[in-house]
């Protein structure tokens, strides 16, 4: 079983909807990311959570949000989609207390795409 | 600004050739580096670097860091169609709590036959 899951894997949708993307990981990390992957723009962090009640932006948070419900669930929302929010996403966690690393470990990728 | 710049953007080789990948980097404070090969979908890590000069090998892959001179290389020996695939270059800062990876944009690498 994968270590980092990540639903759905492909979504196809309008301008203005509401779009939620779930992330879930058994490797019991403390830090989760989202990151979104454009050709030519590499991955860019989105937000990440270093635990349940902490929150940060990344570098492109607007348009974006997110909730962490638990140390194992991470959600990134899509108030209202617009296309230039058609991308990759990737959900990946960490936690430098295994190993002495903080060493990011990628969920599978959702393909969006905003029509 | 800190940055992560990895060259050259793409490489076509033949199976069998010996590439040599490039990461240089410009970070306040350094804590590692890592790398990761992408293919279709996300990226798999493949090494984590922290001090000068030690290699780290695995298989026909392997990887080394300069602080001094601020980069590190991957090596493919003997490459094969499966290492077709883009390879990314991060480094960590060290700051603290508050440690968000920069990226490289990646070097895509297509091996023929």
């Known amino acids: 079983d994968a270590d980092v899951t990540q639903t759905p894997r492909n979504r196809i949708t309008k301008t203005g909807k509401r779009i939620m993307l779930e992330c879930s990981q058994t490797?019991?990390?403390?830090?989760m990311y989202w990151y979104r992957q454009d050709p030519g723009l590499g991955l860019r962090l989105i937000y990440y959570?270093?635990?349940?009640?902490?929150?940060n932006k990344g570098e492109i948070s607007d348009g974006y949000s997110v909730s962490r419900q638990a140390q194992a669930k991470f959600s990134l929302s899509l108030e209202s989609a617009i296309p230039n929010q058609t991308a990759l996403y990737f959900c990946?966690?960490?936690?430098?207390?295994?190993?002495?690393?903080?060493?990011?470990?990628f969920g599978p990728g959702t393909r969006l795409t905003v029509l | 600004e800190d940055k992560v710049v990895q060259s050259p953007l793409s490489l076509v080789v033949h199976e069998g050739d010996t590439v040599t990948l490039n990461c240089s980097y410009e970070?306040?404070?350094?804590?590692?580096l890592l790398w990761y090969k992408q293919e279709k979908k996300a990226p798999t890590f493949l090494f984590m670097l922290?001090?000068s000069g030690i290699e780290k090998k695995s298989g026909r892959l392997s990887s080394i860091l300069d602080k001094k001179e601020l980069f590190s290389i991957l090596n493919i020996t003997a490459t094969q169609t499966g290492d077709s695939a883009i390879y990314l270059c991060?480094?960590?800062?060290?700051?603290?709590?508050?440690?968000?990876?920069?990226w490289g944009l990646g070097t895509s690498l297509a091996v023929n036959p």
């Open positions: 922290t001090s």
């Open positions: 490797k019991g990390h403390d830090r």
């Open positions: 970070v306040t404070n350094f804590r590692s």
């Open positions: 959570s270093f635990d349940v009640k902490d929150i």
């Open positions: 990946a966690t960490s936690d430098p207390r295994q190993g002495g690393t903080d060493t990011q470990y």
């Open positions: 991060a480094v960590v800062p060290n700051a603290g709590n508050n440690r968000k990876l920069i």
